[in-house]
Nanobody, 124 residues
Framework: QVQLVESGGGLVQAGESLRLSCAAS????????MAWFRQAPGKEREFIAA????????YYADSVKGRFTISRDSAKNTVYLQMNSLKPDDTAIYSC?????????????????WGQGTQVTVSS
């Protein structure tokens, strides 16, 4: 089992950047595929990015491709989401998720472990 704790959210203006972190504990971090999802008020949970357990495979939603970068640091048991050129539409609660194994999925029901989420608000 793995526990996930996100940090790094906040209030920024459009065009600015934020880096979210997700610290994992309780199990072998290198055995897990990691992902970021977000959910805005009144909207469904949306896949943002995912990274394979060795970091060699990454996937992005079209809405963030070219602006967001997912990465992982196995020494720190942490996965990051670097968000650049933020837009008001990026406002949401961002949550990281983990699933054991090498396969990378983009659907939330394929992930077994979730953090509590961190709020990102982008003002225009």
């Amino acid at each position: 089992q793995v526990q996930l704790v996100e940090s790094g959210g906040g209030l920024v203006q459009a065009g600015e950047s934020l880096r979210l972190s997700c610290a994992a504990s309780g199990s072998t971090f290198g055995s897990y595929t990691m992902a970021w999802f977000r959910q805005a008020p009144g909207k469904e949970r949306e896949f943002i990015a995912a990274i394979g357990w060795r970091g060699e495979t990454t996937y992005y939603a079209d809405s963030v491709k070219g602006r967001f970068t997912i990465s992982r640091d196995s020494a720190k048991n942490t996965v990051y989401l670097q968000m650049n050129s933020l837009k008001p539409d990026d406002t949401a609660i961002y949550s990281c998720a983990a699933r054991r194994g090498a396969l990378v999925f983009r659907t939330f029901y394929d992930y077994d472990y979730w953090g509590q989420g961190t709020q990102v608000t982008v003002s225009s």
